[in-house]
Each structure stands twice: as structure tokens, then as C-alpha cells.
């Protein structure tokens, strides 16, 4: 970490700061320059408050010269991590097509979707139990109930699944859910990553609608910080003034992600467009941008759905994505 | 609600989609004028999925009539929510002075700022436990020990208590707690809301970064909606483009929110801003704009709090922003 | 246009506002329901100030049925619109390569990358001669003089040339260029677009960084109202609380544009990223989500470049990138 | 300047990058720490391109240590400035209440409006004569035959007039307007800024709409660095994700605007919110945060003005508006 001093100050003045960072236990580097004086703070800067330093009155700016996220950082990791979820295997090259309903209804539908996203080549099955809604009236999910017909459509086709928690208190409920999700509105609940972050069950972690990458980042850096290793990031838009979509998907995202952590990066164009017409190109640009996988939802009715039809493909128009997902990334190979 | 059906619906078309809503409990009114159809929804539009409805082929949009939000909403409630805390009154006239240190540190700290922010004119005081923090390594505040400190200070100077909860499992720890504070990134862990919302204590219910001011009414609601109607909202900046400021403080929000809801608004210009300097101003802004109360960071000695220091007045600064908008308020009366 | 009149709106109001309406010379039509009542107003809406219906103490709410945007609406042209540049078309399947330094800076250099970009894959050739600055100390263009360099460009590779307008008073400068760009800072400078509109050159519209879908269609609506049908879109990437990119790509922008409208929509990734190792991923994704174009920043010595040196590619960069592009273009038939 | 050296970075790459930036005409100061290599440019670093030099592979980051502006900067001016507009001072204690409607329709009105604000405390009569509309098709204003009516009202009622230029062109007919107001949508239009620059005209120029302060400020420097001084901010809400009022009233940009510079700051509440019922609030906030003046829409009669009604106060609105603020700055002096 650097700090500038403003111009002026008294030798006084820095000493005084310094003394009140060597009482942090950080080593100080001074650098006198003729316009600036530059301090190279040596040591656990995690704990600085970088704020609090840069209000000071003597102190023109402070820099992070390195990155705040440690386990997660490419750097110290550099190869990328592959996530083992039963048999199928993502990143480092493996690609993850998560599909299915937004919400689970019945056992009738999410075995038959299961087996309708199987056959056109998803390797895993997504569906909702714990429903976050802003509205406490609408439907909130068949909870427990849905996460045993979720157990019930692995078994019918092999799938492995991927549901979301909203509450560490159900966590025994997920005992044998193969990826947790933690929904873009407790990306930032930081209790309930901690709790994960003592199990090995791999973690979808999505950014919040109003998250930088860096606290996206960071967020995962909860997770592993507590042994966790198993995380996989996802990109499912941002919020922006843009009105005509439900969220701004920024696809920029995963080169940054990448290029900053060794973790894979997954992208849900469903829940970003909230329009089924714009799912396949968007699902296309995600694989042309180089993810690591894409999550989408697949209904057998979508007219029907409980919650989020609108943005369901049916199994046909998703076989079609999956088909051409593949060959764009056999141009990329 | 009303749906607005496309130009060239056709009468089989029109009727299919009449049945489909039917057979979701709802009463269907038909206008068909020259241009267009509409319908009116007539029955418990709160579980419709507005947007599954506007995706159907023939429909052009979907608007509602009346607000998702009953408990809250002032059409129902015209009069002023009045929550009492201890001896304090918030809401209908009554203004909240909420003032005090963003953690608390020692038993000293806590007292001090306590007697000091009392003696300058605050009839609440605020100080973080629980603090949730971007970074796993940074300071998480003192917890239980925390809440037994502020619990010693209300003890010393009778001014109720203000902190953060961050987890329901701690719900035990709040039971001398006067006011539970919701922080703006579990504005939509709606599993805690709902806890809360089976306990009669007075909330604190802060905006999140993202969210609209709709979205901040419904997350009201999902408090309101399992019996808690001791519920106060809190502005305290969104996330813009704006790199100046921390975040960027809605006052519109105040009158907004007064408008749609008979819920009590308190703005937090310090969090907002980030900056101790910005925050005179925007408290006195927040009272010119009606706000029933303010909750700012208040610090015996700054420059050594362990975080958000950059962001705290002294208690003399705290002092004079009291007496001001003190008068601020006699202005508009 | 739909209006939605509040429950309890007396006859006699009901009555005041339709006089008012017809006396703007609009037919209303009206559809009383159980709930509300709906006011279908007919005959040219497009003057009609929703903000101030919509204000009315008696409306509800005001939903336009059409679209504001005529000339642009696919709807009224559902054909694709190809427009001719010299020898190259766009749009209608045809693909825009567009490709050059962000500035021009020599004959030597404007004449070398030309080649390169030429022998690389790319139809147009790209430079700045009037450069838009945030600041007014920095490098503001060559102005005339550059654009002379890109006519000798162009003579020497034959390469059709694109060039920004800033100020309607140099249009006569822009006799020998091919595509005149209006930059995102220019997009709502109604009268730079009216002027141009009078023109039959082809133009490069570009989005505004806070601009809405709709806007860029309506700004393209004041160019083609006035006669100029040679108008193209450019997506560059919208302002966010995203710091890591300069801007965030909107990549839905796409399908929304080509949906909505028959221009053709060209993708800038090297402004929207301002990084060059993110210009090609993006590029890949855009050609992916089904652009028209792209329009990428190439410099033969990037680190020497006047501007926007950061984001430039090299021109065997570019040679991979467009092969890539084209490949995907294949898969994508 | 300072630019950051990353880790590993050796001396012959070291050298080089210095000799690049001395033959910039840079001087360069080298400050080796133990962690990183920091150099202090020194000179005229306003030309140098922040975002190519970090871009290079050995620059962990750039930062500048002194701001891009220097006409607007406080620190080489630390004085107030008061605009002198006819016989009104603006700025340095002395307040704006500008007042008008949004467009000038007919003589009676703007007269009418004209001696309403007058009589109720305005001391600037706001209207306008070139309207920038979203549509083509919407009324664009009256133009020359506008501003000729404003004049009329000046002669009737002694106020100084302010009115928006949209186009250099048309600055003869500004001959007789006492303050030339930039709009939001051209406060990046750097044509118009460097020719307003040349005259000695007051200029009220409006923050965009997704504008940081730090670009209104270099907005502004364009036009003080061709010899105008007399210019004066504006802030009228920018581009968030929040839809219920029209734009979102970024207040704490007065003092920071302020802090930075010593030009007087202004701010409309009325196009910011776009309801009328949100102005007395929000001009309220902005007294009490410290404005140099407020700039209203009034209408005789809101209900039918041509544009942007739905914002406008009646004059006995302004009335008790202008009162109120008034004695908000008795409490703060």
C-alpha cells in the first residue's frame, strides 16, 4: 500500500504517521520526492483502513499496490482451479451447461425436463426450491419439498444439481445437492458465506446487481478463506438505467474475472435479459467471451411457469443453443 | 392490474388467454376499444407474474393499478406510523437524533460517545457490533461483547440503543437491544426479514445499494406482513457512477417514501458520503427534506476508530450540526 | 396511447379531461371498468406530454401503445436496411470490419495501418481527425488535416473511410468521407443531427454513455426525419458503477436494436473496454450476439499512439481477431 | 503524476520508460522502495495519457497528484467567484432565484410568469426559447421569436433572463440574453463550450446526465480556458437505476463542486425530479446544503404548458417556496 503526502507537510506531520503505522505493525518505506513524499506501507495492509487513511489531513491519496483478495487471486494460484461436481468436471477447459426450470413444481415436471435438458446435452440440472421473491405474496418456492424432487430427477437421469440457499439454517437440507447457489442478493451475506465456506460442497456464487467484480471477489474470498476451495463465480447482470432489459448482462466479466482468479466463471443470460428471445444470443456471446460455463432456464410450458416464464426457453430452443454453444467454442479451441 | 392485448388478437386467441387467468382465482373485465383490448384483473394480482404475462405473444404490456405493497402503504394507513422506542417517539412530527461511533471499541469509547452525543442534543445511540465488512480480514466488530458494551452505555446515559444484526441465529443477543438495525446489503435477505417480522421490535430497515425505493417498500412489507409494524426506513445513498463520494444520497427518497407509505424516513449521511466533511451538509439537506430523523457517525477521537473513521464528526462538530438542524426543522414547521 | 384514470374520478372530470384531449386534436376512446377506467386516445400522439397526463391529479398512469419512433420502427420496415459505403455494404448479412488508429497522427502511419488493417480482413478504415477530449489541454486532433490524411488512406488501399463530426460547421471538410460518426457525447446534439439528416451520407451513430435504447433510436428517428435513411447504430458501452472497464458493454443491445429497428448495429469494443487484451473476447462475443459490424482500435506501435494507445491492438492481433470473427459469423448462418 | 512500477520491473525497462517520458518533455523523479519503484512526473503532466501509461506492461498504476482543471481549481483561486449578471451578483453569499416557465409560449405568459416570479422574490426570469426534445416530432420552442419575448419580459419587469443555446449559431440572437445556459446534453459538446469561451457572456452550464464532477469541472475549464470567467455550475440530477422520480439530485455535488472550485453552484430541482409536488423539498435541501442559487419552473397554469408541466409550481407555489428558502439561509450564515 501507498500513501502520497500532500504537498507541504512538516516533517512533523509524517513522522507523526508513521509512528501511527509501525503501531499497526507495519514496516514504512519513505520516498522523498521533490513534488510528493511517497510511504510504502510493509506488512498486513489487509487490515488498513484505507478510508480512514486517505481523510487524513496530510495524505493526498492512497493506493493498494496489491490486489485485497488472497486465495482467489491468480497470482498466487496460477493455474485455473477445476471444480469436480460428481462426474462432470468445470473450468480449465471443461464447460459447464447448467439447465433447467426456474422453479421446481412437481416431480412430473422436473424429471421431465431433467430428461428433456439431458438429451439435448446439458451436464447439469438447475431448479429453484428456495425462492427469493421481493414480494412476500408471491410464490416463494416448494422449499424442502423441491429439493427432494431435484434428488428425485438425478436420479432418474444422472444429473448432478445445482439449487440455491437463502438460509444457513437449511443447510442439511442440502446434503446431497451437488452445487449450492448463492443468489445475487446474499452476495454480500457475509454469515451464510463463512458458513459454506466450512463445507467442500461447491459454491455458485453470483454477483449482486450492484456489485463490482472486486467484491465479487472478494465475496469468494469468504468462502475459501474458510477452506472452501470449490467456487465458481457467475455473471448474471448488473443494474444499470437501461430499462428495455431486466439487468445489463456485462460480459466483459469474465475476461476480467479470469485474468484476476484461478476460479471458473459461469454466465446466466436468463435471469440478465429476462426475455426468452434473448437468452441464445446471449448464451453464444458468453461462450464466444470464453466462459466457463452457462446457466439457463429450460421449461416444458413456459407459459405455465410458476415464476420467470418469461425468460424460459422450451427443451427444442435449448438444444438448438446448446448445439451452437459448442461449435463456437470449437472455434475458439 | 390491466393487461393490454396486441392489435390483431384474435377472439379465440383473446379468449384462451381469459381462461388461462381465470383459472388463477381472478375475475377478467374486457374493454375493447379501437386500438386496443384491455383487461382488467379484478381479485389477488399480488401472486400474477407480471412479467411472464407481458412475454405471452399477444399481449403489448402489463401495468399495475395499485401498488404490490398493502401494509405499508399509505392508501391503507393514512396517518403517520409512530414508533415508539423507550421514551423516544420517531414518526408523525417526532424526530430521531440518532448519533455514535460506527463500531463500538472499549467500554470507554461506547460511554464517552454515548454521554458526549447525549449532552449535544441525540436521543438514540447508534454503534456496530455485527459488521459486515467486504473483506474477510478486516475488522468484524466485537459482536455479543459489542452489544454488552452499548447495553452498559444506554445504562449510563438512558439513551436507547441502535446496532446491526447480520444473522438470525444472534437474534438472542438483541433481546436489550431498542432498535434492530437491517444493513443495506440484507436489505433482500428476505429470510431475516421475516424473522423480524415475528418480533414486536422497533426495525431499522436501510435501502440497499441497488434497490428501488419500491423495492425497499416491499422489503417493509415482508416485515409488516408477519405482524412487526414497528418499521422505519432508511436512506443512506445508492450506487451511481459517481467515484466523488462514496455513494450518491437520494433525498428525493424522503418525500417519495412519506408519499407512498405512513412508515417514519431517517437518513444516514454519513455512510452515504464517506466523508465527515459532506455530512454537516447533507444532514441539514435531509432535514430541509423532511426526514423524520438522522443517524450519524459520531467519534471521540476519529482518526483512531477502527473503521469508517474517514466518516465521523467529532461531538462538537455533532453539537452544531444538532443546533442547526434543530432549526432547519423550526423553519418548515 | 392509454390512459388509466384513477377510482373515483368523477363524470364531470372524466369529461374535462376528454374536452382537453380532443381540443389537441386527438379522438378518445373510452372503456369503463369495474376498477378503472381507460381513456384510448387516437390520432397523432406522438406530441402529446405523457409527464404532464400522467401529473394530472385524476390519471393514474399513461402507457404509450406504439412506439414514439416511426421512421427507424422495423415495424413499419420490416426489412433489413443495408446501407451502401462505397463498395462495401452493411447490413441485411452484410458484415462491417471496421478497423484504424484512433487518431490520426501521420501519412506514414495512416497509410501503414490502413494496409495492415486492409491485408488483415478489415472492408473500412477508422480515424479520428476531430477528437472529442474531456480535457481542453489535451491532443485534440489533427482536424482538416487529418481528414486529408485519410483520403490519401483511402486512395492508396482503397478502403472506404470513417471519420467523427463534431461541429456541423466542418461538414464541408467531410466531402470525400464515407461514413461520418457522431460520437456518444453528440448523440442528443439535436441540431448536429437534423444537419446531417439533410445529407444522403451514411452515419455512424454511437450511443450515448446514459442513453436508453429508445433514445438511440429517437436520436437516429431525427436523422432519418429528415431525409437521410443511411444511418447505423453503434453500441460503445454504457456508464456503470463498474470500475474495472471503462464502460460496461451492453451486448443485449444487439438483439433489442435489430428487433425494435432495420438499421444495421455496430459493436465497439476497444471504447467500451478501454483495455486491448478485452478487445478481442468482446469482439468474439458481439460478432456472436449477431452485430453487423464491428469497429475496433488498431495502431502499428500502440505504446506511441496520441490516444486511446491502451486499447489499441496491433495488427496481427487484428489478423486473428477478424479470422476468429469469422469463423464464429460461420457457425452462427 | 506518479506512476507505479510493478514488482520485478528491471532497470534497463525501467530506463526505458523514462527516456519515453522525458522525451515528453517530462522530468522524472525515481523513488525505489523495497516493494515497488515509483516515479514523480514532473512538468506539464495535463497531455500525458493516464490510461496508455498504465496500460504498459511494467505500470502496476497511475495516479495524477494534482487535479486535470486549473482555472476552475480552488487551489489557484481560493476567492469566490460572484458573477455579476446585470444588476444581480451570483455566488460568494449572493443567491440565485431564478424562476420561469420550462418553455416561452406567447407574450402574456412569459410576462404574466415574469411578473409573478418577480413579485414573489426571483431575482433571474428563467425560459426557454430552443428546446432539445427526445422527439423530432415534439415542440422544439419558439426559437428566435422566444428569446425576442423573454427580452420583452426583461423590459417589463427589470429581471435578467436565462436561456439555453443549443447551436452556435445562433449566438447573435443571444445578443440581449443575460445568462447563456449549456444544457445537460451538451455539456460535452466542446465546440460550443470553446466558442461560449470567447465571449464574456455568464454561462450557466448543466451537468450531464451521467457526468462525473470531475468532467463538469473540466466542462467548465474548456470555457475558462478561452478567456470567459464568468461561468457558473449546475447540478439537475443524474442517470441512476431508480425510476420513480426522472432523474436522481445528486446534492452532495454543491459542496464538493465547491470544495474543488470557487465557481457558484446552482441546482434545479424541478427537471431532476420532473414532479412538482418533489421541488419545495428538494429546493429546500439544496438551501440548506448550501447552493449558491436554485433555478425553478413556475407556470401560470401548469396544466397546459407545452412542455414539462408536470414539474411546474404555480406562482403562489414560488411564493411560499422562495419564503421558506430564504429563511433556510438565515440559519446557516
Chains 1, 2, 3, 4 share one sequence.
Not at 482467489?72 to 464447460?95: C, E, M, W, Y
Not at 407459459?303 to 438444444?319: E, I, K, M, R, Y
Amino acid at each position: 500500500m501507498i500513501a502520497i503526502l500532500k504537498h507541504g507537510t512538516t516533517p512533523a506531520q509524517t513522522q507523526h504517521l508513521i509512528d501511527w503505522l509501525k503501531n499497526m505493525n507495519l514496516d514504512v518505506h519513505i520516498s522523498e520526492g521533490q513534488e510528493v513524499t511517497v510511504l510504502g506501507l510493509i506488512g498486513d495492509t489487509s487490515r488498513v483502513d484505507m478510508e480512514l487513511l486517505g481523510s487524513l489531513d496530510i495524505v493526498e491519496s492512497v493506493k493498494r499496490v496489491s490486489e485485497p483478495f488472497k486465495q482467489v487471486n491468480r497470482k498466487f494460484h496460477p493455474l485455473d482451479t477445476v471444480v469436480q461436481v460428481s462426474d462432470a468436471k468445470i473450468g480449465g477447459g471443461h464447460f459447464a451447461m447448467i439447465a433447467g426450470p426456474c422453479s421446481v413444481e412437481s416431480e412430473e415436471q422436473i424429471i421431465e425436463v431433467a430428461a428433456a435438458v439431458k438429451a439435448a446435452g446439458a451436464n447439469l440440472l438447475r431448479g429453484g426450491a428456495f425462492k427469493p421473491r421481493t414480494s412476500p405474496y408471491a410464490f416463494q418456492g416448494m422449499k424442502g419439498a423441491g429439493i427432494e424432487l431435484l434428488i428425485k430427477a438425478k436420479a432418474a437421469t444422472g444429473l448432478p444439481i445445482v439449487t440455491e440457499i437463502m438460509n444457513i439454517s437449511t443447510l442439511d437440507l442440502f446434503a446431497d445437492v451437488d452445487v449450492i447457489q448463492v443468489g445475487a442478493r446474499n452476495m454480500q451475506n457475509f454469515d451464510l458465506l463463512k458458513e459454506l465456506g466450512k463445507t467442500q460442497k461447491p459454491i455458485l456464487l453470483k454477483r449482486g446487481l450492484a456489485n463490482t467484480l472486486q467484491e465479487l471477489l472478494m465475496s469468494a474470498e469468504y468462502i475459501m478463506s474458510e477452506g472452501n476451495e470449490n467456487v465458481m463465480l457467475c455473471e448474471r447482470g448488473i443494474r444499470t438505467f437501461e430499462t428495455y432489459t431486466r439487468n445489463t448482462l456485462d460480459l466483459s466479466a469474465i475476461s476480467v474475472l479470469q485474468e484476476l482468479s484461478h476460479l471458473p466463471v459461469i454466465v446466466d443470460p436468463s435471469h440478465a435479459t429476462g426475455k426468452a428471445k434473448l437468452v441464445p444470443p446471449m448464451a453464444y456471446a458468453a461462450a464466444a467471451a470464453g466462459a466457463d460455463g452457462i446457466m439457463v432456464e429450460v421449461h416444458n410450458n413456459p407459459a405455465c411457469a410458476l415464476c420467470d416464464g418469461a425468460q424460459s426457453l422450451t427443451p427444442v430452443q435449448f438444444a438448438e443453443l446448446n448445439k451452437k454453444v459448442q461449435q463456437i467454442r470449437e472455434v475458439l479451441k
